[in-house]
């Protein structure tokens, strides 16, 4: 197997615009295993409580020829796809400190079975023109100049390609797509069709819903052909939803906020097991004056809601 | 001898905190059908041109998205 270079398209690049769909024409040959994208954005004056950086990312898009969507998918689901598949995610930075944070998180998108495949990957000499396509929304977070930095939006691009003068042939390369979103109904089943143009080697589901005790609404899937004459897959939401998150390496959340008693952060992850909140905000006056705080949390669903105190300390 | 005196209590507001959680990833369930290395299984257009996924709801107002892993060939 050759070994890969990491080549640096972009390097934190800040787009003008707070909303905007950012596109970036791909150089017209290479052969890339991966392509990584950071995106990352700085917190204002005022603190920013409960906004989900992913949120932002409304899609991220490799589009060849114009209109060839080889992968389309929002950046919650790509980055939650990530983690499901690999059992760890990729990195991020959540926090609401102002003025100095900066929210960041990193997405990979995968050509091929695994990094360095010579079978499978994007050859981008087999196309007119790629182009990768971010569509983001910065107010997901709150108010320019306010919550965020206006014009601090930026985008870092580094592809895993192959050296140039050892180029595979690849076979084909491999994507991943949204076929169908909405809006879950209170009750009946919702049957669609599969993408039938295309190998599928796998498929997700994704239903989210914030604050609830499964943290999601679809309770039954089940997947078949022939109207379900032959079956390939049937199951509950919840059985499923504890055999593959026990196959995780990662199952763990961290995030640095700016806390206040009853305030409610909604968290990636749900089936919350375990919440530890510390406040390294102590204070010590001249005069033996400590302020402690103390801080717990309770989870329902994805969120979880802070318990706390500060209590004051005199010693003589 | 030193004295330490409790001298107030009040509810926490605005003060910098770490919070981790532990649970499963939320909403999302992913369903291999290809063998990662040999793509053995992987759904093919004759088994696609039938093919359905049916989601029993449970919920109204869920955020729902289908999403396909594909191979696009050269």
């Known amino acids: 197997m050759a070994r890969l270079e990491q080549a640096i398209i972009m390097s934190r690049e800040a787009q003008v615009a707070d909303t905007a769909l950012f596109r970036k024409d791909l150089p017209k040959s290479g052969c890339y295993s991966a392509l990584d994208i950071g995106v990352r954005l700085t917190n204002d004056d005022t603190v920013v409580e409960d906004k989900d950086f992913l949120d932002v990312i409304k899609h991220i898009s490799l589009v060849c020829n114009g209109n060839d969507y080889r992968v389309h998918i929002s950046g919650k689901d790509l980055f939650k796809h990530y983690w499901m598949k690999h059992g760890r995610p990729m990195p991020y930075n959540w926090t609401e400190v102002a003025s100095t944070g900066v929210n960041e998180v990193w997405?990979?998108?995968?050509?091929?079975?695994?990094?360095?495949?010579d079978q499978f990957g994007l050859d981008l000499s087999r196309f007119n023109n790629v182009q990768v396509q971010i569509d983001y929304d910065c107010t997901k977070m709150g108010t320019a100049g306010t919550h965020f930095t206006t014009g601090t939006f930026a985008v870092t691009l580094i592809a895993h390609q192959f050296p140039y003068a050892r180029r595979p042939s690849f076979r084909g390369m491999m994507g991943v797509r949204e076929f169908y979103t909405g809006t879950t109904a209170a009750s009946g089943d919702l049957v669609q069709d599969l993408p039938t143009a295309n190998l599928i080697t796998a498929l997700a589901v994704s239903c989210v819903e914030d604050g609830v005790a499964d943290g999601t609404d679809i309770t039954d899937i089940r997947i078949g052909k022939n109207n379900f004459s032959e079956i390939w897959l049937d199951g509950k939401w919840y059985n499923f939803a504890a055999?593959?998150?026990?196959?995780?390496?990662?199952?763990?959340?961290?995030f640095t906020l700016v806390a206040s008693n009853g305030d409610d952060k909604s968290t990636h992850l749900t089936n919350i097991k375990n919440i530890i909140v510390l406040s390294p905000d102590m204070t010590v006056n001249a005069t033996g004056v400590y302020a402690n705080h103390f801080i717990a949390g309770t989870a329902v669903g994805n969120y979880v809601t802070l318990a706390g105190d500060t209590l004051t300390v005199t010693v003589t | 001898?030193?004295?330490y005196t409790l001298t107030s209590i009040a509810a926490l507001s605005a003060k910098n905190a770490v919070l981790r959680v532990v649970g499963d990833i939320h909403g999302l369930l992913r369903f291999p059908f290809a063998d990662p290395e040999t793509l053995e299984g992987a759904l093919t257009p004759t088994d696609l041109a039938t093919a359905q996924i049916k989601l029993t709801q449970g919920g109204a107002g869920g955020v729902l998205a289908l999403l396909c892993e594909e191979v696009f060939g050269y």
Do not use: C, I, K, S
């Not at chain 1, 997405?107 to 495949?117: M, Q, S, V």
């Not at chain 1, 055999?243 to 961290?254: C, G, K, S």
């Open chain 2, 1 to 3: 001898m030193t004295t």
């Open chain 1, 243 to 254: 055999m593959q998150n026990a196959a995780l390496d990662v199952r763990e959340e961290d």
């Open chain 1, 107 to 117: 997405f990979r998108l995968e050509f091929g079975r695994y990094l360095g495949d």
